[in-house]
T-cell receptor
Framework: GAGVSQSPSNKVTEKGKDVELRCDPI?????LYWYRQSLGQGLEFLIY????????KSGLPSDRFSAERTGGSVSTLTIQRTQQEDSAVYLC?????????????FGPGTRLTVL | KQEVTQIPAALSVPEGENLVLNCSFT??????LQWFRQDPGKGLTSLLL?????REQTSGRLNASLDKSSGRSTLYIAASQPGDSATYLC??????????????FGTGTRLQVTL
């Protein structure tokens, strides 16, 4: 079946604008994760969903970042009033189990550039 | 706080060589460890997942070992091929407390296999 998909693949925005990034997980996967990959920072965890609830939001860097998941499927990561330091590749992953500790499958990412 | 380090940061080898990538982590209370590869402009592909109770996992030319007590894992690639060129990332998941599902990633090793 289809893997994890993300849209858009690339997004260029001006500082101060809001952006929305979308993730479609693998069908039937209950767990969904957002990560950020920045130059010099490596890959950092942002938020984890189990169904529609987010038991772990510890990685969100500021209150400008929020995410939601509806219907236990699609998730949207929103960044308000973007800053240049938000430029990164945003990766989404999903996994099958309810325990949240099985293999995570990653999407291709959204490359965000804030000018 | 868990810190994951990978050595070397970059590696170039001729085709056919066997090679070892290293991963070390500071907190041995892990639930499992996963090795990924990342190709330029693409997401992560899971290679091997080792549970904390296991010592190694094998898949084709890949073998990953885990020594939890010393905080180390190695990824062994046999008979390397140009198609193995990619960035290799290790990631650990700490002991499952119900919400501790995030992966903590290493800094990666960029591998180039030359003809």
């Amino acid at each position: 079946g289809a893997g994890v998909s993300q849209s858009p693949s690339n997004k260029v925005t001006e500082k101060g604008k809001d952006v929305e990034l979308r993730c479609d997980p693998i069908s039937g996967h209950t767990a969904l994760y957002w990560y950020r990959q920045s130059l010099g920072q490596g890959l950092e965890f942002l938020i984890y969903f189990q169904g529609n609830s987010a038991p772990d939001k510890s990685g969100l860097p500021s209150d400008r970042f929020s995410a939601e998941r509806t219907g236990g499927s699609v998730s949207t990561l929103t960044i308000q009033r973007t800053q240049q330091e938000d430029s990164a590749v945003y990766l989404c992953a999903s996994s099958h189990g309810t325990s949240g500790v099985d293999t995570q499958y990653f999407g291709p990412g959204t490359r965000l550039t804030v000018l | 706080k868990q810190e994951v380090t990978q050595i070397p940061a970059a590696l170039s080898v001729p085709e056919g060589e066997n090679l070892v990538l290293n991963c070390s982590f500071t907190d041995s209370a892990i639930y499992n460890l996963q090795w990924f590869r990342q190709d330029p402009g693409k997401g992560l592909t899971s290679l091997l997942l080792i549970q904390s109770s296991q010592r190694e996992q094998t898949s084709g030319r890949l073998n990953a070992s885990l020594d939890k007590s010393s905080g180390r894992s190695t990824l062994y690639i046999a008979a390397s091929q140009p198609g193995d060129s990619a960035t290799y990332l290790c990631a650990v998941r700490r002991v499952n407390t119900g919400t501790a599902s995030k992966l903590t990633f290493g800094t990666g090793t960029r591998l180039q296999v030359t003809l």
